[in-house]
């Protein structure tokens, strides 16, 4: 029914009634019982409004439906609708602090920052990642201009030319973030960061591994090229410098498939589709081969030594062959004649231990820690001068990240070099003997 109907129908009833009580007072008692019970029943009547619109009151002060007070007459039905409205403005606020909880959680766990500021730049809201990117601190930031928060003057020069539909490259707190200035609503704008530090790490350092191989590689073709050329200007060169130059470009050719080799196996111990398999690496053959191939290189020049108590270790045999190959043949190219290789294998108390001890020319403290970036060398032209690609510790520290060993290097130039390769204990293959660590000769 019409609710202006609902309202005034009972209302026009109760008054009509009132008054007929009145007149039929009136009319059988005389005008002053009449008009006297006619007026206290009024001002029954206001009494009783009063009092709810004085519980109506007192209710907006706390409107809380479950405390919405009953009525009589048409206040029933306006509390009824009161509650109808409050019920439904409850549900609402509920709905909507749940949408809220939801979004800043989504907020939260977004990588991009994202702050939310007024038209003049005063921080409103920023989640947890533009708090790390830009260094701010919702909390306690709230309420202040964001060109007070963020002292960069690239930053500076973007706000004052607001050229906001253009991204910004900027280098902050170590960082390299693409940040970005977003009007919405009417006087609203978001301020959206992006972390692009790793991406272009990552892309520095594909740059930096092209410009290397690709030098790499023009060095011994520039040596090739030249010879050919002579070979073809000079037809009646003498055997003797013909055979020279065969063996220079032979030497050349090899540095270069080297080269490439490497290049391929580091390409496939990154590369995600490369899994490890491991198996039981029998140390002690592996061991006797490694060292066959550094007297084969030292050719007498060294004294080489081994000694082995250790146990087998669970892991690829290929891989593991080639990294204590790499730690051995550097040994040798980077020792000079006359001087003593040590290898040893055992059980530590951290677990499976490889070492390699020279005394040779040994690595100044500045660059241990950079020896396994690919193309890193300390003296570059005695690493090529010993057909070193610059890429056997690059090649190690995947493969022994690869089976969770860890390598570390002691060295003192001069005096030699000690490198350490520790496996997990996990990886040991025991088979029930106990090791004691003490080192037993086997070649
Ligand atoms: P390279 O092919 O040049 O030997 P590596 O990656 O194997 O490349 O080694 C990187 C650099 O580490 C070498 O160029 C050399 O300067 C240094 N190095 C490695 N092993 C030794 C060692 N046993 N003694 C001294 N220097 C070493």
């Known amino acids: 029914m019409n609710p202006q109907l609902l309202f005034w129908v009972p209302a026009t009833v109760r008054m009509s009634l009132l008054l007929l009580g009145a007149g039929i007072l009136w009319f059988f008692f005389g005008p002053t019982i009449g008009l006297g019970v006619g007026l206290a029943s009024v001002c029954l009547m206001v009494f009783i409004q009063l009092h709810y619109l004085y519980r109506l009151s007192g209710w907006l002060d706390n409107p809380d439906s479950e405390k919405l007070p009953d009525g009589w007459g048409a206040w029933t039905d306006i509390f009824s609708r009161l509650y109808r ?6 549900k609402n606020r509920t709905e909507l602090t749940e ?11 977004l990588p991009d920052g994202v702050v939310i500021m007024d038209d003049v730049l005063f921080l409103e809201w920023c989640n947890p990642a533009a708090e790390k990117h830009l260094g701010l601190k919702n909390s306690r930031d709230k309420g202040m201009r964001v060109t007070n928060l963020i002292r960069n003057p690239d930053f500076m020069d973007y706000i004052i030319l607001g050229r906001y539909e253009q991204p910004l490259t900027l280098s902050l ?11 919405f609503e009417n006087r609203r704008q978001i301020l959206v960061t992006h972390d692009v530090t790793e991406s272009e790490r990552i892309e520095m350092m594909r740059r930096d591994f092209i410009a290397n191989a690709s030098h790499e590689l023009r060095t011994p073709l520039t040596v090739i090229n030249g010879f050919l050329e002579i070979a073809s200007s000079q037809a009646n060169l003498d055997p003797q410098t013909r055979a020279a130059h065969l063996k220079l470009m032979t030497e050349q050719g090899h540095r270069m498939q080297n080269l490439v080799e490497d290049m391929l196996t580091l390409t496939r111990l990154e590369s995600i589709d490369y899994p490890l398999r491991p198996e039981r690496v029998v140390i002690n053959n592996l061991l006797e081969q490694i060292v066959e191939e550094a007297k084969a290189l030292s050719a007498g020049r060294h004294t080489i030594t081994i000694a082995a108590d250790g146990p087998d270790v669970r892991g690829s045999t290929e891989e593991l062959r080639s990294t204590f190959s790499n730690l051995v043949s550097n040994a040798v190219r980077y020792t000079p004649e006359g001087g003593q290789i040590k290898l040893s294998w055992k059980m530590s108390k951290t677990g499976p231990q490889f070492a390699v001890q020279d005394n040779g020319i040994g690595i100044s403290a500045e660059h241990i820690t950079r020896l396994t970036e690919r193309f890193y060398r300390v003296d570059k032209s005695r690493s090529r001068e010993t057909q070193g690609t610059g890429l056997g510790l690059a090649i190690v520290k995947h493969v022994l990240l690869r089976h969770d060993a860890i390598l570390s290097i002691e060295s003192k130039p001069e005096h030699g070099s000690t490198f350490i390769v520790t496996f997990p204990k996990t990886a040991a293959v025991t088979d029930g003997i106990e090791y004691s660590g003490e080192r037993a000769a086997v070649g």
């Open 173 to 183: 707190r170590e960082r390299k973030l693409i940040v970005q200035i977003i009007p």
């Open 99 to 109: 949408w809220l909880a939801r979004f800043r959680q989504a907020m939260s766990l």
């Open 85 to 90: 409205l409050r019920r439904h403005d409850e």
